[in-house]
């Protein structure tokens, strides 16, 4: 059976567009590859689309909240010492670089409003 979907994508909801739009664009290294006006942006990483949306002013009281998100963002790298090095040029705080099951692994946080962080593991090959 054929799949319906085309494609996928993760969606984040920010309520401080601007700001985490500047975020990615200096995390993920690239310009948003699609833009809907002031209200939606869209970065193609191999195998995902990641998307910023600015919610509807009626819609804002749902995706603010107090506590940090439990969502993960994990991008594979070759090199993740130097992925550290560049989380840390852009303002992050790259924790330690430790052994997962699946590889090495480091949660980089940055502390702004309704953010969901990226968590960053070694491809291991």
Known sequence: M????????????AINFEEMQQFYTSILQ??????IRD???EYQLPELRL????PREADRPEFQCNTCSTMNIVLEVRDIEA???HFASVGCQP???VDAFHGKQ????RFMA???MPMIRRRTV
């Not at 998307?51 to 600015?54: E, G, T, V």
């Not at 480091?106 to 946080?109: L, S």
């Open 2 to 13: 054929a799949s319906l979907y085309t494609y996928g994508r993760i969606a984040i909801a």
């Open 30 to 35: 690239q310009e948003p590859a699609s833009r």
């Open 39 to 41: 209200v939606l942006v």
């Open 51 to 54: 998307a910023l949306f600015k």
């Open 83 to 85: 992925a550290a090095k």
């Open 95 to 97: 924790g330690k670089i």
């Open 106 to 109: 480091f949660y980089a946080r």
């Open 114 to 116: 309704n953010n969901s």
